[in-house]
């Protein structure tokens, strides 16, 4: 009878340390956040096939689509290496297979200017981090989807009358490039890149 007793007591204990949990999530506002808590089995978070805004730290309720970011990723990483070929080739014309709106006129005007200097440029990057979310384009809200990365830069600007390399130069960055979709896929519609050395 003792045992049972104590079994009584101590789940009456339990039952009121929850309650004055509850009560006092209630009280401070915060009990909403249990929304956005994750109890495995019961009530994961974030839900599955979603993670976690990594540009925007810190923000439980703020999800992105796994699928979605790993095909802005991607998307990204392509367009990259047309930008890379374009540049390397002194050629304005692919660039709208990778690049839209502000990004397209500023790769453009590089490969231009590129051209009147007489040199072809060529890139390379070895990337310490790549971060995908959302993050609004400062110069237009409306686009959202965001890549973050950081590594080195190498650049050659190799003349086009010899082949000769005139210059090269390497450089730690980080970039920001806001991604827009265009039919079935993403292109770079802005782009921020920081030196960091």
Not at 89 to 101: E, I, K, V
Not at 122 to 137: I, K, N, P, Y
Not at 142 to 158: D, K, M, P, T
Request: hydrophobic content about 45%; aromatic content about 8%; glycine content about 8%.
């Amino acid at each position: 009878m003792t045992g049972s007793w104590t079994r009584t007591i101590a789940v009456l204990a339990v039952l009121i340390a929850l309650a004055a949990i509850l009560s006092g999530l209630a009280y401070s506002g915060r009990f909403g956040d249990l929304r956005y808590a994750n109890i495995p089995l019961v009530h994961p978070w974030p839900a599955q096939g979603y993670t976690f805004n990594d540009l925007d730290p810190g923000n439980r309720t703020d999800v992105i689509s796994a699928a979605e970011a790993a095909k802005v990723r991607s998307d990204l990483l392509a367009d990259g290496k047309v930008e890379i070929d374009a540049y390397a080739h002194g050629l304005t014309d692919p660039l709208s297979q990778a690049d839209t709106g502000r990004a397209l006129a500023r790769a453009a005007q590089g490969v231009i200017a590129n051209n009147h200097a007489g040199f072809y440029e060529m890139a390379g990057s070895q990337l310490d981090s790549v971060v995908v979310g959302r993050l609004a384009d400062p110069n237009d809200s409306s686009i959202q989807w965001c890549v973050v990365e950081r590594g080195v830069s190498n650049l050659a600007f190799v003349a086009q009358a010899t082949g000769a390399t005139v210059r090269s130069e390497s450089f730690k960055f980080e970039g920001r490039f806001w991604l827009i979709k265009v039919g079935d896929r993403y292109l770079i519609a802005d782009v921020e890149i920081r030196r960091l050395s």
